[in-house]
């Protein structure tokens, strides 16, 4: 029964993320290069960076430890803090310590893995969200110019959801692995963000 919940949220996020990107690319006809540009450049930049692929997977990962409405919620929470991050660069607001926070949140992530932490949905969501509202702000500064505002955002919203979905898979299949693997695998994540942090 359990897995029978898991898929039908996994298949209902993506199909979302691919059903806004045909809407928007059919809502600008004529401008296949344009959109092609927006899209692409959004799907293209999660991708590019040590430090979003390992925040994006790693939380995907340490959620499947948590409660069920935790793991359920995840997605959502991981794609509204990247969408609100993303919206207060677009409206110009400044945020300061932004790559160190992104660097911040791999190395705690790798903790909560590290430590087997589970936490309760209300605690766990808001950190989510604000992990990635520092990722969703380096996002939306770097977009390139002359895109599509919401084809980018399409773009990486699709990116993320399959990182993360990536990183669910991972944890699944390490649920009856020993449990000092997972903790070493956490240990590594932190030592990374710590880097990262510290560079």
């Known amino acids: 029964m359990n897995k029978m919940t898991k898929l039908p949220v996994a298949k209902l ?12 690319a059919i809502a600008h006809p004529g401008h296949g290069e344009h959109v092609s540009n927006g899209f692409l450049s959004g799907l293209l930049h999660p991708m590019m960076g040590l ?5 994006m997977g790693a939380i995907g990962f340490w959620s499947i430890r948590q409660n069920t409405t935790m ?3 995840t997605p959502l929470f991981v794609v509204g803090g990247m969408i609100t991050g993303a919206g207060l660069a677009w409206a110009g607001v400044s945020l300061a310590g932004i790559e160190t926070g992104i660097a ?33 702000y380096a996002h939306g500064t770097e977009m390139t110019q002359g895109s599509s505002l919401l084809l980018y955002m399409a773009g990486f919203v699709v990116a993320t959801l399959a990182i993360t979905f990536v990183g669910r898979g991972l944890g699944t ?9 997972t903790r070493a695998l956490g240990g590594v994540v932190a030592i990374i963000g710590g880097v990262l942090a510290a560079g």
């Open 51 to 55: 430090d979003h692929l390992l925040a």
């Open 71 to 73: 793991k359920r919620g």
């Open 104 to 136: 911040m949140s791999v190395l705690l992530v790798g903790v909560l893995i590290a430590t087997l932490a589970k936490l309760p949905t209300a605690v766990g969501g808001t950190l989510v969200a604000l992990f990635m509202v520092a990722h969703g």
């Open 13 to 24: 996020l993506m199909t979302i993320g691919l059903m806004l990107t045909a809407t928007l």
């Open 173 to 181: 299949a390490m649920l009856k692995a020993d449990n000092r693997i």
